[in-house]
């Protein structure tokens, strides 16, 4: 057990009937550091925000808080509960006010009257939503209850905060609040936030650093370019066929059978003009996004299919790259990863 | 059709008149139902919350039981209670038999598993993120049952103005308990009964249309709960 640790997950497995959905081996978070879990649909991200949310014990495993482990049972469990709150995709408002909604966990702690209506104002006031104190919770806009799921969180100032797609569905207004707030409450409080979302240009320009959940696993970072798809044979090239678009890969695979694979965002070679070359794989596309991060430039392209890049920021300086720029991606058959 | 008609004039009639002898009826009537009502709430709301949130070896015995009492003739619970009653029976001593009481009792015997089974209804149907909201939260175990309470008010609500429906419309237990007595045990289903043996049919109607309008009343209530509810 690490006790610089804010929180760890050692030997994490969970179980739906005999179904494994969820297998960790170790898996650390920094104190006041802000994380994005990426990976497909159903691999795993809710179950595991739930589990470090402690409000779902896993099959089997550890988890520790601070150092301490925690116990699924007795007054331990409601105390480390109310250092961590889940701010779900989907929220539940209960029936009543959202004044109500919003002041429910300070209650649950026991603050006074006083300060419970002092904190719920500074709150509504923070997230622009004081005129909607009064109204029914469960007659807002999607947007709106979702910004007020995250008011209920935050107003509890929990040491952990983690959020579950909570930016999903939204507009780009309500995005580029509810992500100025992360910010802004990871800086001002140093609260530690764990985020799942699909949006990968969201976990780079937010988190520092990036954890990719795939069938219940945490991979390696860097196992970007995922993709769906099914195995075929063309003139008895091995290749893997998204639907979109056909990629060549390495290994022969039983033709017509469905998997992912990935590739590895610096394994592509990015260039203004088209290249001959040895690589079996040669796409076209525009630069959607455009992400500097320390050492490194990520771009993502649209070849109609989102591909994640990443160059030096001298290469993309000399290159001359801007959003929109029509760019080819070279790659080796043996640099596509099957899963 | 005559016949109707005429019974139909009489009993507005008599409505109107404000008889004392009718209107001192509903009120015993509706005082016996909410004392019977209030006693199987108090029983019955908590006994269905817990069956409803608590996980037990014969759970789904009980809940079978109750169900199979909500169709159980009020005249069997009458004939049950009698049994129980009655001055050589075991509970004989208690000098109950042809009382309010008793009447009260019958009618909380026939409310309280309608009460029971709609509550468990009631707190089966509540979002099952309401109890991960809670939890989240940091609501304690007290909080949280109270948060799924409240989430199920309307329906309990229902449950509850159903469970006085049972009571107030019986028949069977309030005549073989109470004994229909004039001034002190009969109550407008049992005076129905004994007014319509007696060819005064008007009279009965009269008191059919209160009976009516009581449950008129119950059930745009319990829509209003359970439209509120949704």
Redesign the interface.
């Known amino acids: 057990m690490d006790t610089t640790m804010h929180l760890e997950l050692k030997n994490i497995k969970h179980y739906y009937d005999t179904k494994s959905v969820l297998s960790i081996d170790l898996l650390q978070i920094e104190k006041g550091k802000i994380y994005s879990l990426v990976g497909p649909n159903g691999c795993g991200k809710t179950t595991l925000l739930h589990i470090m949310g402690v409000i779902l014990a896993p099959t089997g495993g550890e988890l520790f808080f601070e150092g301490k482990k925690i116990e699924h049972s007795g007054s331990r469990l409601i105390a480390a509960r109310r250092r961590v709150t889940v701010v779900p995709q989907s929220p539940y408002m209960f029936d009543t006010t959202v004044r109500a909604n919003v002041e429910y966990g300070l209650k649950a702690r026991g603050i006074a009257k006083k300060e419970r209506e002092n904190r719920v104002d500074e709150v509504l006031n923070l997230l622009k939503l004081t005129a909607f104190a009064k109204r029914r919770a469960r007659n807002l806009s999607g947007g709106e209850t979702q910004l007020i799921a995250l008011a209920r969180g935050i107003i509890l100032e929990p040491a952990i905060l983690l959020l579950d797609e909570i930016t999903a569905n939204l507009d780009a207004r309500h995005v580029d609040t509810i992500e100025t707030i992360i910010r802004d409450i990871n800086r001002r409080r140093g609260t530690t936030i764990i985020m799942t979302t699909h949006k990968l240009s969201q976990a780079y320009t937010l988190a520092d650093q990036v954890f990719s959940l795939f069938n219940g696993r945490i991979v390696e970072s860097g196992m970007y370019n995922l993709f769906k798809g099914a195995f075929r044979f063309t003139n008895q090239e091995p290749l893997f066929d998204t639907g979109k678009i056909a990629i060549h890969i390495a290994q022969r695979h039983e033709d017509d059978k469905a998997g992912h694979i990935s590739i590895k965002p610096e394994d592509i070679i990015v260039s203004k003009e088209q290249l001959h070359s040895s690589a079996r794989n040669l796409f076209s596309g525009t630069i959607v996004t455009i992400i500097q991060q320390g050492e490194a430039v990520h771009l993502e392209v649209d070849a109609q299919e989102h591909f994640r890049v990443q160059i030096t920021p001298s290469s993309f300086h000399e290159m001359g790259l801007t959003l929109g720029t029509r760019v080819f991606l070279i790659f080796k058959a043996s640099s596509v990863h099957v899963l | 059709m005559d016949y109707l008609i005429q019974g139909f004039v009489k009993a507005l009639a008599l409505i109107f008149s404000f008889d004392p002898e009718i209107y001192g009826v509903v009120a015993r009537s509706l005082l016996f139902a909410f004392a019977s009502t209030l006693l199987a709430t108090v029983v019955g709301v908590p006994a269905g919350f817990l069956i409803a949130s608590k996980k037990f070896r014969g759970k789904s015995i009980i809940i079978t039981l109750l169900n199979t009492s909500l169709a159980l003739p009020t005249v069997v619970i009458g004939l049950l209670g009698y049994a129980f009653l009655s001055h050589r029976a075991p509970l004989g001593f208690l000098d109950l038999l042809f009382t309010p009481t008793a009447v009260i009792a019958g009618e909380f015997i026939l409310s309280l598993p309608v009460i029971t089974i709609l509550t468990i209804t009631a707190v089966h149907a509540v979002?099952t993120?309401?109890y991960?909201?809670?939890?989240?939260?940091?609501?304690?175990r007290r909080?949280q049952a109270w948060?799924i309470f409240?989430?199920a008010r309307f329906a309990v609500l229902a449950a509850v103005v159903a469970g006085f429906g049972r009571a107030v419309s019986e028949v069977g237990a309030a005549m073989m308990l109470g004994g229909n007595i004039r001034h002190y045990t009969r109550t407008m289903a049992t005076s129905i009964a004994l007014e319509v043996s007696k060819g005064e049919f008007s009279y009965g109607l009269a008191l059919g249309f209160f009976l009516m309008f009581v449950a008129l009343s119950i059930n745009i209530l319990v829509h209003y709960f359970q439209i509120k509810g949704k």
């Open positions: 979002d993120r309401a991960i909201t809670a939890q989240t939260l940091g609501a304690g909080m948060t409240s989430e």
